[in-house]
T-cell receptor
Framework: DAEITQSPRHKITETGRQVTLACHQT?????MFWYRQDLGHGLRLIHYSYGVQDTNKGEVSDGYSVSRSNTEDLPLTLESAASSQTSVYFC??????????????FGPGTRLTVT | GEDVEQSLFLSVREGDSSVINCTYTDSSSTYLYWYKQEPGAGLQLLTY?????DMKQDQRLTVLLNKKDKHLSLRIADTQTGDSAIYFCAETPGGGSTLGRLYFGRGTQLTVWP
């Protein structure tokens, strides 16, 4: 069955380290998204991509980067981890068909702790 | 930007109906969605409604849309303890550079008491 996976599911890292969170989908979806979820803030969009070689900043993109070299993967990199980036990170994908319903399908999440 | 508002908490007794409400500001919204999040899990798409509809029913779930008032609701009939979760309302704008993005409310924590 097609799916969307995230790895690792849990990560503890130290302040200042570079961290990459993986997201992989097998639906062949054009659109992919990264969100962070924090108590009191709901879901906030970090970066998104409408296709290979396309990336866009969301509302909370500072300190994060993404690259899209193929359809299946959108890795999220924290260039220099900060304690404020302790959060649960969700990846999502969407078919992205013009005129379609644009629903997004979410991965299980990665819980990141920056000490 | 687009603004989606929900009440934060709702408690109901098992067997009763639950109604979760949502308001949004973008009059060009094309689709509106309801997601469910159980503890430790990702968001699961429950249902969605196109903006030219005013109601959609799917088994125990009924979605009502009042486009004039920009009000969306999710009714869960015969609520069960397994329905306890956070429910997110979301909308997607009609076009432009934000096409394909979803704007989420902060979520409503539904607690079902036995």
């Amino acid at each position: 069955d097609a799916e969307i996976t995230q790895s690792p599911r849990h990560k503890i890292t130290e302040t200042g380290r570079q961290v990459t969170l993986a997201c992989h989908q097998t639906w062949n979806h054009n659109n992919m998204f990264w969100y962070r979820q924090d108590l009191g803030h709901g879901l906030r969009l970090i970066h998104y991509s409408y296709g290979v070689q396309d990336t866009n900043k969301g509302e909370v993109s500072d300190g994060y980067s993404v690259s899209r070299s193929n359809t299946e993967d959108l890795p999220l990199t924290l260039e220099s981890a900060a304690s404020s980036q302790t959060s649960v990170y969700f990846c999502a994908s969407s078919p992205g068909i013009a005129g379609g319903s644009y629903e997004q399908y979410f991965g299980p999440g990665t819980r990141l702790t920056v000490t | 930007g687009e603004d989606v508002e929900q009440s934060l908490f709702l408690s109901v007794r098992e067997g009763d109906s639950s109604v979760i409400n949502c308001t949004y500001t973008d009059s060009s919204s094309t689709y509106l969605y309801w997601y469910k999040q159980e503890p430790g899990a990702g968001l699961q798409l429950l249902t969605y409604i196109f903006s030219n509809m005013d109601m959609k029913q799917d088994q125990r779930l009924t979605v009502l849309l009042n486009k004039k008032d920009k009000h969306l609701s999710l009714r869960i009939a015969d609520t069960q303890t397994g329905d306890s979760a956070i429910y997110f309302c979301a909308e997607t704008p009609g076009g432009g550079s934000t096409l394909g993005r979803l704007y989420f409310g902060r979520g409503t924590q539904l607690t079902v008491w036995p």
